[in-house]
């Protein structure tokens, strides 16, 4: 009979080390939320794995008192991959940012996307390299100006969301570093998925690009600047006597103004499926931005699609199957040898 999982609490998640991020970033609040989660996953401490790159949310690792990797710039996503396909029952997550991620670790992120390999990958976007005192990023808006860049950035920025899609990844949600109850939800759904979870999580910079996010983390203006998503439910957002929502017809996305008490769906409000497996309907909601339309704040796209881990898991036991377990000395030793000699 197998023993039973102790019972875990946030606490035992906090390791000793001291937290060294600058205060009031939103960084905090993510450590806290998803120490407060991973208690309730039933796992014993010893099977989480947390693995970054180099950045400010890179320090994740050291303040998880669980296994972790602190690697190299933008290579975390080659680090879970080798970890997870090596000890598939370990429960892997990936801790990046922007600049981690989606430069010097572009081609590592979009390769693992496709892979669906089944891994948790957070992506902390406060759109500023923050770590290395504040050039502009990949997500950087057009216009911004810092000490990198005086005179504005001019490179188009990249959408986290639209990337994931377009890599072909089989769960893609947003979040904010401040609404609790919203990433706590989406870390539950990230963590059940069989497969790739990507995650972006819209948070503040306080020194270097304070306020990016300001109207969506304010719980005062969120109601106006966030749209909730909910599978099954109309995209409907807005206070009371500002009751709006979005039709969604052809590619294209419309702001349809609602009475408080009129049917969305009556009226032609496009009901949310996360589940459509092809990836348009998402990538539509990914270009949803300010001020024309809301930012979509939930999960966006959950397909199911076997996992890598399983695929090569099935490739070793057909092989093994037709050829035996194999010899790695007769391999070693085989035909296919050379001696040279001086």
Same mark, same amino acid.
Request: proline share 6%.
């Given at each position: 009979?197998?023993?039973? $999982? ?6 035992? #998640? ?11 970033? !939103? ?27 180099? !950045?400010?949310?890179?320090? #994740?690792?050291?303040?998880?008192? /669980?296994?972790?990797? +602190?690697?190299?710039? !933008? ?117 059940? +998925?069989?497969? /790739? ?48 929502? $979005? ?24 009901? +949310? ?21 809301? $930012? ?23 092989? $093994? ?11 070693? +030793?085989?035909?296919? /040898? ?5």
């Amino acid at each position: 009979m197998a023993e039973p $999982i102790e019972k875990l609490t946030k606490k035992d #998640f906090e390791s000793d080390q001291e937290v060294r991020w600058c205060p009031g970033c !939103g960084d905090y609040s993510v450590l806290a939320n998803v120490q407060r989660v991973l208690p309730e996953l039933g796992i014993p401490r010893e099977n989480f794995v947390f693995v970054s790159g180099i !950045g400010c949310s890179s320090r #994740f690792p050291y303040y998880m008192n /669980t296994y972790g990797f +602190h690697t190299i710039h !933008g290579r975390a996503p080659a680090f879970a991959t080798g970890i997870k396909i090596s000890r598939p029952e370990l429960s892997v997550w990936v801790l990046t940012g922007d600049g981690d991620g989606l430069s010097i670790g572009g081609n590592h992120m979009l390769h693992v996307l496709r892979r669906n390999v089944n891994l948790q990958i957070l992506l902390f976007n406060n759109r500023i390299y923050g770590l290395t005192k504040g050039q502009f990023s990949p997500t950087s808006r057009m216009g911004v100006r810092n000490k990198s860049i005086p005179m504005g950035v001019i490179d188009n920025p990249l959408d986290p969301i639209a990337f994931a899609l377009g890599a072909g990844a089989t769960f893609v949600a947003r979040t904010v570093d401040v609404d609790a109850s919203s990433m706590q939800h989406v870390l539950r759904r990230a963590y059940e +998925h069989k497969g /790739t979870s990507f995650i972006e999580i819209l948070q503040n910079c306080v020194v270097y690009n304070d306020g990016e996010w300001a109207e969506i983390e304010d719980k005062k203006t969120r109601v106006e600047a966030g749209l909730p998503l909910e599978h099954g439910k109309p995209l409907v957002w807005g206070a009371r006597g500002r009751r709006r929502g $979005i039709r969604i017809e052809h590619g294209v996305a419309q702001v349809i103004a609602l009475r408080d008490d009129e049917d969305p769906v009556a009226a032609g409000v496009t009901v +949310h499926d996360e589940k459509l497996e092809s990836p348009g309907y998402a990538a539509v909601l990914a270009t949803l931005a300010p001020p024309t339309f809301p $930012i979509p704040v939930g999960v966006l796209r959950e397909v199911e699609r076997p996992s890598y881990e399983m695929l090569l898991e099935g490739q070793v036991h057909d092989a $093994i199957e037709a050829r035996g377990p194999g010899d790695l000395r007769k391999l070693l +030793h085989g035909s296919d /040898t050379w001696t040279i000699s001086g």
